[in-house]
Structure formats: structure tokens, C-alpha cells
């Protein structure tokens, strides 16, 4: 190795910060180089955990120097929860491969990290902020979020519970501060691909809602999609967006209906083979 390389690397593991960052992946090689750009030369660690990727998600993780390790899907919370699991650091960052730190909040966590952080500090929340996916796209607006990020693992983490969507840590108890700066969610490429990512979720869900025991009524069903578009269309602003905007917000609701209808369907088509399996053993 060039001296000056040395120097560089040496430079670099002095900066680093003790703190892992994980993902977990599928077919990301669009969105995942942009967020790995705003982590690596600073942090100790990058963790990527993906569930079967045929694209080159693998190889963009490991250029930039990831730890990148396959575990079949069992669901959101349980994937966060085994990603979190192979870090080496108790301070962790969680971020999905749709998103992007900005500047100010890279600045931000460098600070933070320049000196001793408060034990009873679970962890640390940023504005969560819809990104378009290019210049000028009607996509644009949505209500903000402020998301915790940044945590502790023994103060704040996941409930490893299988084919939950929940994707967001929780406090054990502990204070969360918010840092300046803001996470850029890359969330929508196209509609078509919105759709398929709903579609995959409302599925998880139904599993979830089955494994729990969950009935869910006619009356549930028939309001769930009129109110959930209401929701995303008026208090998430996608009224907003024109006519992708009202694309947008029936494509969300539809996603809470389906979850509902597939566990419905779930749970009567289970009732139909008790009461096969019933009949044959009565004859």
C-alpha cells in the first residue's frame, strides 16, 4: 500500500464513529447507492441483510465496503430485527435503501458523536421528508414525519414478531432527541412498482392479522378503503399532487383494504377445510 493510502485509511478509521448502520435489501441497485454515499467514510459499520436480491444489490453493498448477509423474508420487523442483531455497535442507524441522509443530518450525528452522549438517551429522531423521484415530478408534497433513526439497542429496537410491517424502532423508556437535518424517502419510482411494493405488504399484513387471531368485520372492511383515502388524500396532502396525488392516495388505501380482504379470505378459506376435514371424518 502507497503511503498516501495508508494515511487516507488511517484517516478514515479515525473518523469513523462507533455506530453500525443496517439495511435490509431486495433488487435495490437503483436507490441503494445514493443512501450508502451518505454513510461510508465515517461510520464503523454497514450492515445489509437481503432476502434474495437478482440484481446487483449485492455487489453495490460490498463495493462500499458492507457486510452483506441473505435471510429469507419473514416480514419487516423480523428482517430489522435480525439486521440489528449482527451489528457490532450498540449505537445502530436504521435506514431503508429508499432513503437518504441529508447533509445537515450527517453534520448532525457527527457532532453528536464528537463527545459523550447521555445514558438515559434511547436514541435520535429526524424530519422524515418525501423526496420525488426526479426534478419536477407532481410527487412533492406529504406530511412530515419525525422518525427515530438513530438508537441505542438496549434502549430502543424491534418486536421480532413474523410477517409484521412494523419497520420503525420503538423506546424502551428512554429519551429521544431530535437532531437537525432531515432523511430524504425515495419511497416512489413509478406507480406500477408502488403497487407491487403495496401488494407484497397488504400480504404480510394478512399473515400478521391471521397469526394474531384477528376477526375482521363486514363493517371494518366496506370503511376501511373510503377512510384510508381520505386520510392519505387530505391529511398526508396528496390533494396536493394533482392527479398523482389522487393516484397515490388510492393506491395507498387500497393497500389497507387488501391487508383486510386477504386476512378475511385467509381466515374463511381455513373454516371451509375444517369443515371438509370434519365431514371426511364423519363418514
Known amino acids: 500500500m502507497k503511503q498516501s493510502e495508508l494515511v487516507a ?5 479515525v473518523m469513523s464513529l462507533p455506530l453500525s448502520v443496517y439495511y435490509i435489501t431486495l433488487n435495490e441497485e437503483l436507490r441503494l447507492p445514493e443512501s450508502l454515499a451518505k454513510v461510508v467514510g465515517w461510520v464503523d459499520e454497514i450492515v445489509v441483510v437481503d432476502s434474495g436480491s437478482s ?11 458492507a457486510r452483506f448477509v441473505h435471510n429469507d423474508w419473514q416480514g419487516f420487523a423480523w428482517q430489522k430485527s435480525h439486521a440489528e442483531s449482527l451489528c457490532k455497535n450498540d449505537w445502530v442507524l436504521n435506514l431503508d435503501a429508499d432513503e437518504v441522509l441529508s447533509d445537515e443530518a450527517v453534520a448532525s450525528l457527527k457532532k453528536t458523536f464528537s463527545s459523550a452522549i447521555a445514558e438515559q438517551t434511547a436514541g435520535f429522531s429526524f424530519r422524515w421528508v418525501i423526496h420525488p423521484p426526479v426534478s419536477g415530478h407532481p410527487f412533492r408534497h406529504d406530511k412530515h414525519h419525525f422518525l427515530l433513526r438513530c438508537y441505542h439497542r438496549k434502549r430502543a429496537g424491534f418486536t421480532a414478531e413474523e410477517h409484521s410491517i412494523h419497520d420503525r424502532p420503538e423506546s424502551y423508556g428512554g429519551k429521544i432527541i431530535r437532531l437537525k437535518g ?25 399473515l400478521h ?13 366496506f370503511s376501511e378503503f373510503p377512510l384510508k383515502f381520505l386520510r392519505y388524500y387530505l391529511l398526508h396532502r396528496q390533494i396536493l399532487n394533482g392527479w398523482f ?3 397515490v392516495a388510492i393506491t395507498a388505501a387500497n393497500r389497507n383494504f387488501m391487508r383486510l380482504a386477504k386476512a378475511k379470505e385467509l381466515q374463511m378459506l381455513a373454516a371451509l377445510d375444517q369443515e371438509r376435514d370434519k365431514t371426511h371424518a364423519s363418514e
Open 245 to 247: 396525488g389522487l393516484s
Open 182 to 206: 432531515d432523511v430524504y424517502h425515495m419511497t416512489l419510482l413509478s406507480l406500477e412498482q408502488l403497487e407491487r411494493k403495496y401488494s407484497k405488504m397488504s400480504s404480510d399484513q394478512a
Open 9 to 13: 485509511s488511517l484517516r478514515e478509521h
Open 209 to 221: 392479522l391471521v397469526a394474531k387471531g384477528r376477526q375482521i368485520s363486514n363493517l371494518r372492511l
Open 55 to 65: 440484481d446487483r444489490t449485492r455487489e453495490i453493498a460490498e463495493a462500499a465496503g
